[in-house]
């Protein structure tokens, strides 16, 4: 199974908790070598976006730092190129209604690469069923029983 990273599924490497993502569900992704994990240069960037807002004297510079190093220059991940087709696709669900630029290209990039996305964004997927958009979304719940059969 080959997976597209949710920016809050990026962001506990970071050492920024969010709420939904468990430290067992990151530990399930490092560790089950069937699921090929993917990661985008824009959720990088609103992973960015995220410390800079929370910057204070619970923010851990050092671990943000030591993750970022894991996803980018580490074995695990593998980062997506997106490609023209993909940010025209963004686009066009912008232009259907979908405002989150980021969340758009994350869903583009998934369905141009045959990925699933791997997602807490209930928004997003209601957007995606409601305009009769293909479903390419799991859940860390979806994930686990997945590899139980």
Same mark, same amino acid.
């Given at each position: 199974?080959?997976?597209? %990273?949710? *920016? ?5 490497? %970071?050492?920024?908790?969010?709420? $939904? ?7 399930? %992704? ?36 030591? $993750? ?5 220059? $580490? ?35 998934? %369905? ?6 791997? *997602? ?9 069923? $409601? ?19």
């Amino acid at each position: 199974m080959r997976i597209l %990273l949710d *920016t809050s599924f990026i962001l506990p490497t %970071l050492g920024i908790t969010v709420s $939904g993502v468990t430290p067992e569900a990151i530990k399930f %992704l490092a560790e089950v070598p069937p699921i090929q994990i993917y990661y985008s240069r824009f959720s990088v960037l609103e992973s960015l976006w995220v410390a800079t807002r929370i910057a204070d004297a619970k923010f851990d510079a050092e671990t943000f730092q030591l $993750g970022l190093r894991s996803i980018i220059e $580490g074995r695990r991940y593998k980062r997506v190129e997106e490609d023209s087709e993909i940010f025209k696709e963004a686009f066009r669900l912008y232009r259907l209604g979908h405002k989150d630029m980021i969340d758009n290209i994350l869903y583009a990039s998934a %369905l141009s690469l045959g990925l699933m996305l791997l *997602t807490l964004d209930d928004q997003l997927k209601k957007f995606v069923l $409601g305009k009769q958009l293909k479903d390419i979304f799991v859940s860390p719940d979806q994930l686990a029983a997945a590899q139980k059969v």
